[in-house]
């Protein structure tokens, strides 16, 4: 698949700030590929992604240089409604995107707001609710759900506009360690089914690191490293950038930096079988 994101020489101030919130970016993005996006607190993470979905510059105003193209558009020349058909947005947190009497209901407002006729908008509410697996849910009042259930139910009503491109900012903050996993394995599904490319802000590197395709870090508002996954965890840098290495990305470096022969890799199971094959070896 082709391009669908496009991020030139792109540098952001909010009004009022003294430095840019993003500089100098460049960014491209492959249809279907799942894209983390990691830094440190503050670094200019959500303004980029602000950019993407086109809050910046049509919401938030400031010193805007550069280009983002998404799909056929130009950002900063497209109109939101066109924007918020190609590009689906989840916030950290679901109550903000969750307001209604019943879960069907909620998931069929923005296609409601889109003058979809009903039918069709039946049609693809039972097919989001399938896709993720909440079809039981259809009738339940969504302030009686669970926070992953919650979770659930906003992205259903962000897969039901069938955007190209899904933006997830830190969306596992809220939920336990289980619910986070499941949510991270259900990405990774709907990637696969639907071919949807996946922006996502996550500081759990552990979780998505197993999904992603791509690892990028940044630092002070610029874009520090690019990569996969596995390359990043080992690169030396990405610590001293303030992204925190999973404990056993970790033991793997010291490992290596030991003298000992490992591939990059990422599970403690990939790990411990490496090593087994290392002690056979000697
Ligand atoms: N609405 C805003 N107005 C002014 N400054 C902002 C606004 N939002 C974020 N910032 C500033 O921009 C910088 C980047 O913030 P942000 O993009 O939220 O980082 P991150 O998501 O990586 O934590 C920070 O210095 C932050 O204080
Ligand atoms: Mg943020």
């Known amino acids: 698949m082709g391009e669908i994101v496009r991020v030139e020489n792109l540098s952001f101030r909010y009004p009022e700030a003294a430095k840019f919130a993003v500089r100098d970016f460049e960014l491209t993005i492959k249809g279907g590929e799942i894209v983390m996006l990691a830094g440190p607190s503050g670094c200019g993470k959500s303004t980029l992604l602000r950019t993407v979905n086109g809050l910046i510059p049509h919401m938030y105003t400031g010193e805007y240089l550069g280009s983002v193209s998404v799909g056929d558009h130009k950002v900063s020349e497209a109109r939101m409604s066109e924007l918020a058909q190609t590009v689906g947005l989840l916030f950290q947190n679901p109550e903000n995107q ?3 009497f019943s ?11 889109l003058a979809v006729p ?3 908008i039946r049609a693809r509410v039972d097919e989001a609710m399938r896709q993720l697996g909440i079809t ?9 759900l669970s926070d992953g259930q919650k979770q659930r139910v906003a992205l259903a009503g962000v897969i ?8 997830l900012d830190e969306p596992t903050s809220l939920l336990d360690p289980k619910t986070a996993v499941e949510l991270v394995e259900l990405v990774r599904r709907l990637r696969d089914e639907t071919g949807i490319t996946f922006l996502i802000v996550e500081h759990r590197l552990e ?10 870090v940044m630092s002070e508002g610029k874009k520090v490293l690019d990569g996969r996954p596995e390359e990043i965890l080992a690169d030396e840098r990405a610590e001293a950038y303030g992204i925190s290495i999973p404990p056993v990305s970790r033991l793997r470096n010291q490992l290596k930096r030991d003298g000992l022969p490992l591939e990059n890799g990422f599970g403690p199971d990939e790990l ?9 070896k000697r």
């Open 207 to 216: 979780l998505l690191v197993r999904i992603a395709d791509r690892l990028v």
């Open 103 to 113: 879960v069907e209901r909620d998931i069929a407002f923005g296609l409601e707001n």
């Open 272 to 280: 411990a079988e490496e090593l087994n094959r290392q002690a056979l």
């Open 160 to 167: 039901v506009m069938r955007p190209r491109l899904i933006i």
């Open 136 to 144: 039981d849910l259809a009738q339940r009042a969504p302030h009686e």
């Open 98 to 100: 969750i307001f209604m």
């Open 118 to 120: 009903p039918d069709e």
